[in-house]
C-alpha cells in the first residue's frame, strides 16, 4: 500500500512554476498540478517583503518524496524554495489515479 501525500513548491512567477512542474512531471514524480497565484508578506534578509507568489499543488507517493525535493530544489531559482508534503487521505478513485499516473 502507498502512502499518499499532498504537494506544494513555491515559486516567484509563472515561468518558474511551469519549469519546477514540467520537471517533476517529466520524471513521473507528480500526477500534474495546479497553479494557486496570491499575495504574500515574509521576512527575508532582515526585510519585509511584499509580492505575488505561485503555489504548484499535486498529489505523489511517499517514495518519490526526496527525488520531488532533488528536482524542485535544482529546478527553482529561489534560494529557499518551500516545499510541504501532507499526508492525503482521499477517495478511492483518486488515490488509484495517483498511484496510476506516479507508478
Known sequence: MNNFL????????QEQADNILNALLDKKLVTGGQFIES???????????????LTITSFTIEKYKNEIIKVAE?????TVPMIRFTPL?????????????VA
Do not use: C, H, Q
Not at 499532498?6 to 512567477?13: P, R, T
Not at 535544482?74 to 529561489?78: F, N, R
Open 6 to 13: 499532498n504537494v506544494e513548491i513555491s515559486a516567484e512567477n
Open 74 to 78: 535544482e529546478t527553482s531559482e529561489e
Open 39 to 53: 499575495p504574500a508578506r515574509f521576512r527575508w534578509k532582515g526585510e519585509i517583503v511584499d509580492m505575488n507568489y
Open 89 to 101: 487521505d482521499a477517495n478511492p478513485k483518486l488515490l488509484k489515479w495517483i498511484e496510476e499516473t
